[in-house]
């Protein structure tokens, strides 16, 4: 079964752009992966930003945005603010069935 | 706006049954093109796909799970549930019910398996 791969970790100043990523540890993602994203703070359940590559939630702020980008799904954080220090999750289906990555922890330092 | 609540034991012996059950309001389980969702993540570790069910009643599980798992549609009371059989230590977790898409999550609930 493929492994699904993020970042471990990624850090981020106030105000700057990042991008994380999610891949396959053998292959390539595509829009029929239907790759999401999500946020999740200490102790609080996950919210969903990007779902089916690019289209955000209802409640995603606009500095979020999804894309492919070199053979993975990214999640690209324009304008970083110290709320979004976090974990962020990906998750692509595969084989039909939907698989997490490992998460990236994202610091706004 | 959707909303999604769990609710079941949170406290299940060794090699019993756990049952958990989501209930939605906002939206009919049977009345849209989603998938109904589970999700668990145990104390300071990841997040962990179960399975889902489709509005068609169409199923896909984890397959490290397949064996164990059914999650199944209530559309009378407007709930899906979720029932993972011989369960152990391992399956200590919180658990989330969620709507997809676009991705509506319930708070979680904690279920630890124990003696």
């Known amino acids: 079964q493929a492994v699904v791969t993020q970042e471990p970790s990624l850090i981020v100043s106030p105000g700057g752009t990042v991008i994380l990523t999610c891949g396959f540890s053998?292959?390539?993602?595509?829009?029929?992966?239907?790759p999401y994203w999500f946020q999740q703070h200490p102790g609080q359940a996950p919210k969903t930003l990007i779902y089916?590559?690019?289209h955000r939630h209802s409640s995603t702020p606009a500095r979020f945005s999804g894309s492919l980008l070199g053979g993975k799904a990214a999640l690209t954080l324009s304008g970083a603010q110290p709320e979004d220090e976090a974990e962020y999750y990906c998750?692509?289906?595969?084989?039909?069935?939907?698989?997490f990555g490992g998460g990236t922890k994202l610091t706004v330092l | 706006q959707v909303h999604l609540q769990e609710s079941g034991p949170g406290l299940v012996k060794p090699s019993q049954t756990l049952s958990l059950t989501c209930t939605v309001s906002?939206?009919?389980?049977?009345?849209?093109?989603?998938?109904w969702s589970w999700v668990r993540q145990p104390a300071g570790q990841g997040l962990e796909w179960i399975g889902r069910?489709?509005?068609?009643?169409?199923?896909n599980y984890n397959p490290s799970l397949k064996s164990r798992v059914t999650v199944s549609l209530d559309t009378s009371n407007n709930q899906f549930s979720l029932k993972l059989t011989s369960v152990t230590a391992a399956d200590t977790a919180v658990y989330f019910c969620?709507?997809?898409?676009?991705?509506?999550w319930g708070q979680g609930t904690p279920v630890t398996v124990s003696s």
């Open positions: 969620t709507k997809d898409p676009p991705g509506y």
């Open positions: 906002g939206d009919s389980i049977s009345g849209s093109n989603n998938f």
């Open positions: 069910i489709h509005t068609s009643g169409t199923t």
């Open positions: 053998t292959g390539t993602v595509t829009s029929g992966h239907y």
């Open positions: 089916d590559t690019t």
């Open positions: 998750l692509v289906l595969y084989a039909g069935v939907p698989t």
